[in-house]
């Protein structure tokens, strides 16, 4: 026994020790691919020397003598905090990531070789404007550069994840950019989406007043009847409609799920509103949350003067912020940019397909999928004269394209002819709102809302191509339409001068919430589908509640955390709840329920991390969503997985006859919609003691809306997600300025997935007193302490210098890095 023992002690000590030299070794292979920002470097493709000025937060300063080698640094700098995430961008765009992760990523690599838009990037390399290109070719130089370096210095493959995932680092291109550009167009376009729900939507809705309802249009004049979809199509289309979308995998996903696709606040006050004299301006783009950010902080010294803010590693730009003379900030615009198209087959040649001439041969080209671990996969990718053919797999097509049929899309990003990278690059370089406006007329995808702001003048343009469509579309761009029909198809891109556009306002301020801009009659309409209509209620409240602001009130209301909606629905909804009931015993449903009414009474829509009534609140109005449609809907109820304050509020107020949604179509009875809200309350409350006990005071918003920032690669492994991950308590809500949209995802519906990865507020009353900062931190490695450094300061609202004044820079420096030409 004593042997056996002892044999067991030196197997378990061995097996210890081997664990830590593991380890060991493992760090010291990872620790390898930690950037050394202090030190001169030899390289080639550099004019001139070319200083990066790290500060304290890990934010570069890159000085340069000319524009190309700024860039050049630029480039460099990237690549040395992020290179794993710009080579896992560009495989994406590319369709390649098969190679490195398998089987799993096949469905994303097959849509993005369909759209085709690595091809597209590559063919407009050309349509660049000089200074364009030159900024590119320099760009991609930098970052090889830093990949060489690696190379010659075996420093440990440039990122801890090369040595899991192990593949080749091709040399950057100045294609990779224009890709990456367009693959921020597909994460932000959802248009394509809503035509799919909104068909599926219709045949199980009758009634047109009924999907107005559930799918409802912004506030405002406008919007005319349209046909059904059953009317649309050559022949009867069985209905899948009752079964749940299928959704694509999460894993390296290249498209959003739906409302996920892209939101953003913005405003900007003229010096007149103003308490400095000087203009103002606040900006937070939303996307979803990723360790590290989507956002990398930078400051280049142009030619035309110093530029700072967020830019997007992989793109030779600063996308939003702000130079010596002009600031500038963009929302997603939610034009319409997306139109499918359902395509007849020719029966008697299935390589032919129907056009306003007759049949004529579908574009093809084959495609090779390289697979990780299996055979590869070889692919024909079709082109109608309306764009790729996508297959009925992907976004649930398949349930609204007929038999003998194929879907298309047309959509402005599939241009071999992209200018947008040019926009970019002159945006930067321009000294005035009207240079500004004037350049970013190259912008062609995706489409923004771009606020700017110079010494004087505040304005907002809508940029990107707006498609011209037919006055007599038969579906108006909202459900897909037969392509052979010449009425269906664009017709070309309206001139820049349609987008909408508002130049130095009477009042003195504009923003944008991703809320409706416009109302203009189809087909100059924009778009019938737009992100907001609460957020903007509780702005316009803020901007004219004082007759001149400051920076610390663009800050206070970049932060703000009520809810309009909350504000709204809940007097709605628990009209004849409030204090109605009567006396009941401790620890039953109806005690609860009084004690959660008590509690909603009070509450003044604040969705703070530290409150239980936000969550209260949440829980009772999913499950009020719930109970209203899943009688109509069925299954597809799934699909509508978040509260959609404009439907509640018509069911309750009866608009146009919406309080039948109220009335269990299966039951017996007919029930009021005070008897669904009861319901639905003790649903909810019922779900909150089963994940968050049944201590209603005790409860915590932030404890359910915590925000992952998730690894897109290594955040589902085990053990290494928690070091990879990170985890934040957050307030806020869907509908509140400080926005955090929820997953509506079972096992954590309300988990923050989707916000404001990067904040900025400029002031040019005094310019270096402008701050920002971004969700993470500056680094992708995650040993590096700039991985995370800035994420707690992000969680508590607070920012960090803004600043062009290079001195301030040097003497908090982290490191100086000096590139200097072989």
């Not at 080639?44 to 070319?50: L, T």
């Not at 860039?71 to 710009?86: E, K, N, V």
Request: net charge negative; hydrophobic share 40%.
């Amino acid at each position: 026994m004593a042997v056996l023992f002892r044999w067991l002690l030196r197997l378990a000590t061995a097996a210890v020790v081997l664990s830590v030299l593991g380890i060991g070794v493992a760090y010291y292979l990872a620790s390898r691919s930690l950037p050394d920002y202090d030190k001169t470097l030899s390289v080639s493709g550099a004019a001139a020397e070319v200083e990066i000025v790290r500060d304290n937060s890990g934010v570069p300063h890159i000085l340069a003598e000319s524009d190309a080698d700024a860039f050049f640094g630029l480039g460099y700098a990237h690549a040395q905090d992020r290179l794993w995430q710009m080579i896992v961008l560009r495989r994406t765009a590319q369709g390649r990531l098969s190679e490195i992760f398998g089987e799993r990523t096949v469905r994303t690599d097959t849509l993005l070789r369909r759209l085709d838009l690595y091809a597209l990037a590559r063919q407009s390399v050309q349509a660049q404007d000089a200074r364009t290109t030159d900024a590119l070719r320099a760009y991609a130089a930098g970052v090889n550069a830093r990949i060489t370096e690696i190379n010659t210095e075996s420093l440990g493959r440039g990122a801890p994840e090369l040595f899991l995932f192990d593949a080749p680092m091709a040399p950057w291109q100045p294609a990779d950019s224009i890709a990456l550009i367009k693959l921020m167009a597909l994460q932000l376009s959802a248009h394509m989406s809503e035509e799919v729900l909104r068909a599926r939507t219709s045949w199980l809705l009758d009634d047109p007043d009924r999907l107005a309802d559930i799918l409802p249009d912004m506030p405002g004049s406008g919007v005319a009847a349209l046909p059904s979809y059953a009317s649309l199509l050559p022949a009867p289309l069985q209905r899948h409609a009752a079964l749940p979308g299928k959704e694509m995998p999460r894993f390296l996903a290249a498209v959003p799920e739906r409302g996920l696709a892209g939101a953003s606040n913005v405003w900007a006050a003229a010096a007149s509103r103003s308490a400095g004299g000087g203009t103002l301006m606040a900006n937070d783009p939303h996307l979803g949350f990723t360790a590290p950010s989507i956002w990398y902080l930078a400051r280049l010294q142009l030619q035309s003067g110093g530029v700072i803010g967020g830019s997007i590693p992989g793109i030779p730009a600063i996308m939003v912020g702000r130079s010596e003379n002009l600031a500038w900030g963009i929302t997603s615009a939610y034009m319409d940019d997306q139109d499918l198209h359902f395509e007849e087959v020719n029966p008697e040649n299935p390589e032919e397909v129907r056009s306003p001439e007759g049949y004529v041969p579908f574009r093809t080209r084959k495609s090779i999928i390289e697979i990780k671990d299996a055979a590869p996969i070889t692919i024909t990718l079709r082109w109608t004269e309306n764009g790729p053919v996508l297959p009925g797999s992907q976004f649930n097509l398949e349930d609204v394209t007929p038999e003998g049929h194929v879907m298309s899309l047309s959509w402005t990003a599939l241009s071999g002819e992209d200018t947008s990278a040019s926009a970019a690059v002159g945006l930067m370089m321009a000294q005035s709102v009207e240079e500004a406006i004037e350049v970013s007329r190259l912008y062609v995808a995706p489409a923004q809302n771009l606020t700017l702001i110079d010494d004087e003048m505040v304005a907002m343009k809508m940029v990107g191509a707006m498609p011209r469509r037919d006055p007599a579309h038969q579906s108006r761009g909202r459900l897909p339409s037969p392509g052979w029909l010449e009425q269906n198809r664009w017709q070309g891109v309206m001139p820049y001068s349609a987008n909408p556009e508002f130049l130095a306002p009477e009042g003195g301020i504009v923003g944008n919430t991703n809320n409706k801009v416009i109302d203009r009659p189809f087909p100059n309409h924009v778009s019938f589908d737009w992100g907001d209509s609460q957020r903007v209620q509780r702005w316009q409240g803020l901007m004219q509640g004082r007759k001149v602001h400051t920076r610390d009130s663009f800050i206070e209301a970049q932060l703000d955390t009520v809810s309009p909606a909350a504000r709204t629905l809940l007097p709605l909804i628990g009209r004849d709840l409030w204090f109605t009931g009567e006396a009941a015993e401790e620890g039953t449903p109806e005690r609860r329920r009084q004690r959660a009414l008590d509690l909603l009474a009070d509450w003044n829509g604040e969705m703070s991390e530290h409150l239980p009534e936000p969550l209260i609140y949440a829980a009772w109005l999913r499950a009020l969503q719930d109970r209203l449609i899943r009688d109509e809907l069925g299954p597809l109820a799934e699909d509508f997985d978040h509260v959609e304050p404009l439907f509640i509020e018509r069911v309750f107020r009866n608009v146009n006859g919406a309080g039948v949604w109220c009335d269990v179509i299966r039951s017996a009875e007919v029930e009021t919609c005070s008897d669904i809200a009861r319901l639905a309350l003790d649903d909810a409350l019922l779900w909150i003691a089963e994940h968050h006990g049944s201590a209603l005071e005790s409860l915590r918003w932030g404890d359910a809306h915590a925000a992952v920032h998730e690894h897109p690669v290594l955040g589902e492994v085990p053990l290494l997600r928690y070091f990879v991950n990170i985890r934040q308590s957050t307030s806020g809500g869907d509908h509140t300025l400080m926005r955090g949209r929820t997953s509506g995802k079972d096992p954590a519906p309300f988990q923050n997935v989707h916000g404001a990865g990067y904040r900025g507020v400029y002031d040019f009353a005094d310019p270096d007193s402008s701050v920002f900062i971004n969700a993470t931190g500056q680094s992708g490695h995650p040993l590096s302490r700039h991985y995370d450094d800035l994420g707690q300061l992000w969680r508590r609202g607070e920012y960090i210098p803004m600043s062009l004044d290079i001195d301030l820079a040097r003497a908090a420096s982290v490191g100086i890095t000096r590139l200097v030409p072989k």
